[in-house]
């Protein structure tokens, strides 16, 4: 189903592969750079990240599993943090999901129907992309509490639902799909929603699968609404609890950096499961007239 | 029956699948927007509250400081812009080449900084960036004989630093966006290119580039925004809002000086809407230059 | 064509409704069936987490006290201060069985709860009974005066005649009211590095320590200063470093010689003074001479600063009573090796401290049990019981002088402070005197100021020795006026 061309075994080939596959050796050893001395630093105790920096060796002698044996303790701050872990997971999964159908849908309105406020929703959709979040906490967060969504996990995700950069990637994917799926179905009878559902949705998936491991990660890390809205450190997620570690009267580097580091997890293996759709992508066979 | 031909018909349709982004438009913008929009007129303070006209935005061009977010955030953009859309596109062409192996891999660490939470790896590059002696920049540049050098307080260095964050989190996602753009190109163009015995390089020209379009423009679009907005990048490096000199000050991280530091909301605000206006212009006149709205057929 | 699509339709639509037939049960190839699942079975994880949530027993995160008492919400973005309250909530209830409270302390990231706290405010709702504000962010708080807050005068009135009287005001109102109970004096002295002293110069501690407590002027540290520098002959060793991203030596001159750059409420803000000309001539020289070196990355108080103690690079620097903690949380080795003394001033006579820093605890209006509220934070600050375990637990030089000559509170030796330094941090605060505890005002103006300073000012007279000091507190001045 891929590009199978001719595979010839010819040094030209081999050169050819080495090279590519060098360059992105290159290209990951310098952005896991940081990465591994953050993981090398959360192995030590926070007294070691002051008195190096970041060092970047592997002397075992200062390397200590006492951060995780902290964190995966069973007292009262590993408790809160995997409370919290708790709470992101479930407030991604679940905002993920919606956010994913929901902005298909709209960006399969706006992409492949004519209509008259077609334009002018567009423009919306990309001007409610222009604006600071910031500006708009303070009455948003009037209306959420009017609304009674306050202290809720529905208020934080709700207002991300119709995300517009998301509904924006849709559009631009779907408007490269040809129309001629789509009459075609209207001859056979199909209707307008199962076109959507079974014969585009399926074309999409690679679309779906960024879109996903984007919205996880923006769900994941989201930190300014989420605290707005949510009270008490029982329903905190984690990038909040992360930061209360960080205060101007000292930080709390131990439980700090081995945290992050164990909040990449979940994240990362969204991203494994979603990124395989990536690669499936469009089947010659599938839109090949 | 007939409520449901009604519902199925080819006219109505489209607004069914739009309707989840006008309820949650009217629902959770407008009102927002306008007050936002009003606030910028008005000085508000904790007891009382006045209309002050177009004072707001009188001294904001006047504002010294808010000229240089200006030219710190726009420089920060153009620069994401070059950095950030040519070199994703290549490397994602080249991971959909066949001659990568492990691609899984290379995608996995390329993706991982944009999954660590902007806190610490903030620390982290403030670390590496460090005018002192620890910080990898400076053991690279001792080692070479330069000296140690203060990364953090110089313009040209202070926005190295901005862009060597941007490219270590961005690069990835944007490859990312990329790889399933390509994924939406008919493989079967590529075998009528061997056929006709293109070049890789004509048919990265005249088959890739032209069909991952409506990608580059989504990746642009964003990345306008993203840049004139960037905020999160710089608190980190200096810990806080205040750079030396104001090398790291962007738009939004002097919104959150008036609006948040100082609580002047209403100065926030009109900072606020010369940022939507700004990002506004540029990207509707890159969407019609590029065509995203004229009608497909 | 049309035909080859037709049949690629064809059966994906049957390959859809067989799927759809078996439930979605091997739905690998479609998407939507996937999504689907994907979405019911995200539902039963959220109504699972919600079950499990209220089935297990409550995790007792931060609620404290008696659950029949009167319930109190209290923010902070320090999760020790919170445990102070939890204790002192304890003690309260044994104190006072009729006025029972329960207190959950919640902890936000330091920030986000200052946003959190306006919005609530300016909103009307949504704020908690009591909460923490950082000290510069008071302004923006105690801006809603008796309209968002509740004055405190009443409550603290027992305890006012000891307590250091600089910090009160620090967290007055406009209109006169106190607002905020203040944790600690943050009272600034010199830290010196006595060890590392002996060593370059070849003698005792003890004699150090003499040399150290002979100094009295700017002129004294300064002679000090260049006696360590021919002792020690390294150009990569300083006697202190100054700070081009923060205030401290700032305030510490005006403090000295009585003056206040933001002119309190009344105002004008005028930073063209006398005191901050002579510390930043003084500075200018040390650079030359190279007495003094820049604080890496601005100031002591980062990370780079911790290491460049840690080095030894600098043995002497002034800085608030709380920068202990840097010593016991980052710097552990060097126990043992530090001692505290007076700051320097430039004429005899002078104050000679200064308090810098702080977080001030506030009642707000939107509380239900205001009065309650505002008798249990004056008494959980300001007290004996208080101020003991605001010493203990957060380690902070309390306010409340009459604990100072307490022997056994002032030189208990299983404090971890009295046990790191030289001295006990506490003689150094009854050397100083409360009324030698200067104050700069924050207000309104500050944090314009403050920016100002640390952005441009100190970098153009510190990092260009050469520069000229009244150009630069002429552009600061500009910028400020600019303001007001």
């Known amino acids: 189903m891929k590009k199978q061309r001719t595979l010839s075994r010819s040094p030209k080939r081999i050169a050819l592969t080495i090279l590519g596959t060098g360059f992105f050796v290159i290209l990951c050893l310098i952005i896991a750079f940081p990465i591994v001395a953050g993981l090398l630093a959360s192995f030590r105790p926070g007294t070691e990240l002051i008195r190096r920096g970041l060092a970047l060796d592997f002397d075992i002698s200062t390397m200590t599993l006492a951060n995780y044996t902290y964190l995966f303790g069973g007292n009262v701050d590993s408790q809160k943090y995997f409370m919290w872990y708790k709470n992101s997971l479930i407030i991604t999964l679940v905002s993920v999901v919606l956010t994913l159908l929901i902005c298909y849908f709209v960006a399969y309105g706006l992409t492949m129907y004519d209509f008259k406020l077609r334009n002018l929703l567009f423009t919306l959709v990309i001007a409610t992309m222009m604006v600071p979040f910031e500006i708009l ?153 | 029956m007939k409520g449901k031909n009604f519902l199925y018909s080819q006219k109505v349709a489209p607004y069914v699948f739009v309707l989840p982004f006008i309820l949650s438009f009217a629902i ?181 580039l032209p069909l991952l379009k409506p990608t580059t423009i989504y990746v642009l679009t964003i990345s306008v925004y993203a840049g004139l907005a960037m905020f999160l990048e710089s608190y980190m490096l200096w810990a806080g809002n205040s750079s030396p000199n104001n090398i790291g000050l962007t738009i939004v991280g002097y919104l959150y000086k008036r609006g948040i530091e100082k609580n002047d909301m209403g100065y926030a605000c009109a900072v606020g809407v010369v940022l939507l206006i700004v990002a506004l212009i540029i990207n509707f006149a890159q969407l019609i230059l590029n065509g995203t709205f004229k009608k497909e057929d | 064509m049309k035909k080859k699509l037709l049949g690629v339709l064809l059966s994906t639509a049957m390959v859809a409704t067989m799927l759809a037939g078996c439930g979605g049960g091997a739905a690998a190839g479609a998407a939507d069936a996937a999504a689907d699942t994907a979405e019911e079975a995200t539902e039963e994880v959220a109504e699972d987490a919600t079950e499990e949530a209220a089935a297990e027993e409550e995790i007792p995160v931060s609620t404290f006290g008696d659950a029949s008492g009167t319930h109190l919400e209290m923010w902070t973005f320090v999760e020790l201060h919170g445990q102070h309250y939890g204790k002192m909530a304890e003690i309260w209830n044994e104190q006072n069985p009729d006025e029972k409270i329960e207190i959950t302390c919640t902890t936000y990231p330091y920030s986000d709860m200052h946003t959190k706290l306006l919005t609530s405010l300016e909103a009307g709702t949504g704020a908690p009974d009591i909460c923490d504000v950082e000290v510069g962010q008071f302004p923006n708080v105690v801006a809603g005066m008796d309209q968002w807050l509740v004055p405190l005068d009443d409550f603290a009135a027992d305890y006012m005649p000891t307590m250091v009287p600089a910090r009160m005001q620090t967290y007055q109102g406009e209109d006169g009211h106190y607002y905020g109970a203040p944790y600690h004096v943050g009272a600034t002295a010199m830290y010196y590095n006595v060890a590392a002293m002996a060593e370059a110069m070849g003698i005792s501690n003890d004699e150090v320590i003499a040399k150290i407590d002979s100094v009295v002027t700017w002129e004294d540290y300064q002679a000090l200063g260049e006696e360590y520098k021919a002792a020690i002959a390294d150009d990569s060793k300083y006697w202190t470093s100054v700070d081009t991203g923060g205030t401290d030596w700032l305030w510490l001159a005006m403090a000295e010689y009585g003056d206040d750059w933001t002119g309190g409420f009344e105002g004008p803000a005028n930073c063209q003074l006398d005191s901050v000309k002579n510390m930043l001539s003084l500075q200018q020289d040390w650079l030359k001479s190279g007495l003094a070196q820049i604080s890496p990355d601005g100031h002591v108080d980062l990370e780079a600063g911790f290491q460049n103690i840690l080095d030894h690079n600098i ?126 005002s924050v207000v309104a103006i500050s944090p314009t100021i403050n920016e100002y300073v640390c952005t441009t000012t100190l970098n153009e007279v510190l990092e260009d020795p050469e520069y000229s000091i009244d150009d630069a507190l002429q552009e600061l001045q500009d910028a400020v006026d600019m303001e007001q």
Not at chain 1, 187 to 215: R, T
Not at chain 1, 245 to 257: C, E, H, K, Q
């Open chain 1, 137 to 289: 906490m303070l009455p948003l967060y009037k209306e959420i509490i009017k609304l009674h969504l306050i202290d809720t996990y529905f208020g934080v995700i709700v207002i991300g639902l119709c995300s517009a950069s998301t509904i924006f990637f849709f559009r631009q994917y779907l408007g490269g799909l040809p129309k001629d799926l789509l009459s075609a179905a209207r001859i056979d009878g199909a209707n307008e929603y199962y076109i959507s559902v079974k014969i585009i949705l399926p074309l999409a998936k690679p679309a779906f699968a960024s879109m996903g491991i984007l919205c996880a990660m923006g769900a994941w890390n989201a930190i300014l609404w989420p605290l707005l809205v949510l009270k008490g450190a029982e329903k905190f997620t984690l990038p909040i609890g992360l930061n209360t570690l960080l205060t101007p009267y000292g930080n709390n580097y131990d439980v700090l950096i081995a945290g992050s580091m164990f909040g990449i997890l979940p994240i990362f293996i969204i991203f494994l499961l979603f990124q395989k759709y990536i690669i499936d992508g469009m089947t010659a066979g599938a839109v090949k007239g």
């Open chain 2, 28 to 208: 959770f913008w407008i009102y927002p927007l306008i007050t936002a929009f009003t606030m910028s007129f008005q000085d508000i303070g904790a007891i009382k509250t006045e209309w002050v006209g177009l004072a707001n935005y009188t001294k904001l061009l006047k504002d010294k400081v808010f000229m240089i977010a200006v030219a710190n955030s726009t420089k920060y953009m153009f620069f994401t812009l070059v950095l950030l859309i040519p070199f994703p596109m290549l490397f994602a062409v080249l991971m959909d080449s066949n001659i990568v192996k492990a691609k899984g891999l290379w995608k996995a660490i390329l993706y991982m900084p944009a999954l660590t939470s902007v806190v610490i790896s903030g620390t982290l590059f403030r670390l590496m960036f460090t005018e002192y002696k620890t910080g990898q920049m400076n053991i690279i540049s001792q080692a070479l004989g330069f000296g140690t050098y203060k990364w953090l307080k110089n313009g040209w260095s202070g926005m190295l630093a901005l862009l060597v964050v941007a490219c270590w989190r961005w690069t990835g996602v944007n490859m990312l966006y990329f790889l399933s753009g390509l994924k939406s190109i008919d493989s079967a163009l590529y075998e009528a290119a061997d056929i006709d015995g293109a070049s890789a390089f004509q048919k990265f020209r005249y088959v890739t």
């Open chain 3, 315 to 440: 043995v002497s620097f002034p800085k608030a009573l709380w920068y202990m903690s840097r010593f016991t949380n980052y710097m552990p080795e060097e126990k043992g090796n530090w001692y505290i003394a007076k700051c320097p001033v430039f004429e005899a006579g002078q104050k000679c401290s200064v308090g810098i820093g702080g977080t001030g605890t506030v009642v707000t209006q939107q509380s239900a049990n205001k009065d309650l509220a505002a008798k249990f934070l004056c008494w959980a600050k300001m007290s004996d019981e208080g101020e003991q375990n605001i010493w203990d637990t957060l380690g902070f030089d309390v306010c409340n002088t009459a604990m100072w000559t307490q022997d056994s509170f002032a030189h208990d030796d299983n404090n971890q402070f009295n046990q790191f330094f030289i001295n006990y941090p506490y003689d150094v605060l009854n050397d100083i005197g409360m009324d030698n505890i200067g104050k700069i």
